[in-house]
Every structure is written in C-alpha cells, then in structure tokens.
C-alpha cells in the first residue's frame, strides 16, 4: 500500500527566499506525481503534474522534480511571496488510486 | 467553465445526528469522487463513481456512510448517524473519466467543512 509522506509539517521564511519541499513515497511504481496547493477553507488548485517518466516540470517560480528510483519528489519556490502562503500537498498515482501527503503549511512573512 | 459546486460551506451538528452534502461536478465529467480530509491530513478517498455506478467505495464506512449519484450527474453524501471522528471537511473532485493506465485530471470544489460537537 502507497504512503505518502511529507517533511517538513510546517515551514516559515522571509519573504524573497527559495526554498524546497518535499514528498516521499513507498511504492516507485507510480503512474504520475501531483502537487497541490491548499488555500484554508478551500479546494485543492493543482500547481505541476510529473509524469513517471518525466523527472521535472516548471511553471513560473515552481519547480518540481521527481526520482521515481528513491522514491522522492520536491517542489521547488523560488522568491517566495506572502501570496504563496497555502499548504502544498503530494500526490501519487497509479492503478486508478490517488494517494496524498498530509502536506507542508507553509508561511511566507513579510 | 464552472468548477466543482459543492454545498453547503459548513456544518455543524451534534453526534449522533444525520447529515448530508451535495455536489455538482463540473459539466460533461464522467467520474466523481468524495474525499475526507482530517486536520492535518491529506485527503483520504471515500467513494468513487464513473457516472452513475460505484467503482471503489473500499474506505468508505458503509455502516454510517452512503453515496448516490443517481442520474450521473450530482451526488449526495450521507452521514447517519454521525461521530466525533466525522468532524472533517469532505471534498468533491470530478474528472473527465478514470482508468487504470490513464489519468485524467481531478478537479476540486471547496469542500464542506463538518464539525460533530
């Protein structure tokens, strides 16, 4: 069974700092990872999709990677902004199952 | 496009009282999916329906719990009676369609957040 696990909990930084999170997961045969973005009280936005047989994708200031063979995946925020304070959820997928992380809350201050 | 509709935005109930959710999902998508989500955790599938019928509802707590998505389209979720435990929000996602070896793109709606005093 797929677990999904995601360090740190929580997470705060300056404004204008890069900074990196990260998704770790059991099982390698995935058929594609996801990040998300939780605003409180809200839904889930998805940010990048990596295929598993991708090992990164970009979208403006967001960088995620993935090492289907340790079993990793991070998102990488470059010159974080108050705007991006949210919690950010891995997902993996495959055999029609989508397993998430409890996710990293993160902080950005002025 | 319209997103996932779902209401309402909150609830709170006492235990052992009954409850129940709505979702719309986005217009032409097959497959919807209701989720649980406990503070501090990632979201946990309950039930999922490829129109009208049940494809997995293996975590779903069916002594308590129910689902129907009668004509394919909107879906109602059903707590009775409810537990302290059920204090969550639920999530409603929706996609095109839904296959072992293919994935589809799952839209949230913003979930109803439960609190069970």
């Known amino acids: 069974k797929q677990e999904v696990t995601q360090i740190p909990a929580a997470l705060s930084v300056p404004e204008g700092e890069n900074l990196v999170l990260n998704c770790s997961f059991t099982d390698s045969a995935i058929y594609n990872l996801q990040w998300f973005r939780q605003d409180p009280g809200k839904g889930l936005t998805s940010l990048l999709l990596i295929q598993s047989s991708q090992r990164e994708q970009t979208s403006g200031r967001l960088n995620a990677s993935l090492d289907k063979s340790s079993g990793r995946s991070t998102l990488y925020i470059a010159a974080s902004q108050p705007g991006d304070s949210a919690t950010y959820l891995c997902a993996t997928y495959n055999n029609n199952d989508m397993r998430f992380g409890a996710g990293t809350r993160l902080t950005v201050k002025p | 496009e319209a997103g996932v509709a779902q209401s309402p935005r909150y609830k709170i109930i006492e235990k052992r009282q009954s409850v129940a959710f709505w979702c719309n999902p986005i217009s032409g998508h097959a497959t919807l999916y209701w989720y649980q989500q406990i503070l501090g955790q990632g979201p946990k599938l309950l039930i999922q329906?490829?129109?009208?019928?049940?494809?997995?509802d293996s975590q779903l707590p069916k002594d308590r719990f129910s689902a129907e998505r009668l004509k394919g389209v909107d879906s109602t979720l059903k707590i009775q009676p409810a537990k302290l435990e059920d204090s969550a929000v639920y999530l409603c996602?929706?996609?095109?369609?839904?296959?072992?070896?293919?994935?589809?793109?799952?839209?949230f709606g913003p979930g109803t957040r439960l609190t069970v005093l």
């Open positions: 996602a929706s996609s095109s369609t839904a296959g072992t070896f293919v994935y589809n793109e799952q839209f």
């Open positions: 329906f490829q129109n009208n019928g049940v494809v997995d």
